[in-house]
């Protein structure tokens, strides 16, 4: 059983910074990459970072030079460092687990940022 946990949401003021953490167990398969996507009330689910298990990285625009992404091979485990943080960057996190060996991803619950004052 293939199990996504996402930590480190938390409430934080504009300007702070904040530490993301996504660990998948029960894995049997390669991964091929794994991402961090999120999402506000009322507005579509969208991509902030991603990392193969190769090393490429990918952020968006709207987030670069604020957070970055990294991973711990040896646990299955990706973060997302957020610094700056904008009321804006309110919204659900969620961590995606995307298989390189067959047509699978899997989804975490996601974590829970509101910056605000």
């Known amino acids: 059983q293939v199990h996504i946990v996402e930590s480190g949401g938390d409430v934080v003021q504009p300007g702070g910074s904040l530490r993301l953490s996504c660990g998948a167990s029960g894995i049997t398969f390669n991964i091929h990459s794994m991402a961090w996507f999120r999402q506000a009330p009322g507005k579509q689910r969208e991509l902030v970072a991603s990392?193969?298990?190769?090393?490429?990285?990918n952020i968006a625009d709207f987030v670069k030079g604020r957070f970055t992404i990294s991973r711990d091979d040896a646990k299955n485990t990706v973060h997302l460092q957020m610094s700056s943080l904008k009321p804006e960057d309110t919204a659900v996190y969620y961590c995606?687990?995307?298989?390189?060996?067959?047509?699978?991803?899997?989804w975490g619950q996601g974590t829970q940022v509101t910056v605000s004052s």
């Open positions: 995606k687990v995307q298989s390189g060996s067959y047509p699978f991803e899997f």
């Open positions: 990392i193969t298990m190769g090393g490429s990285t």
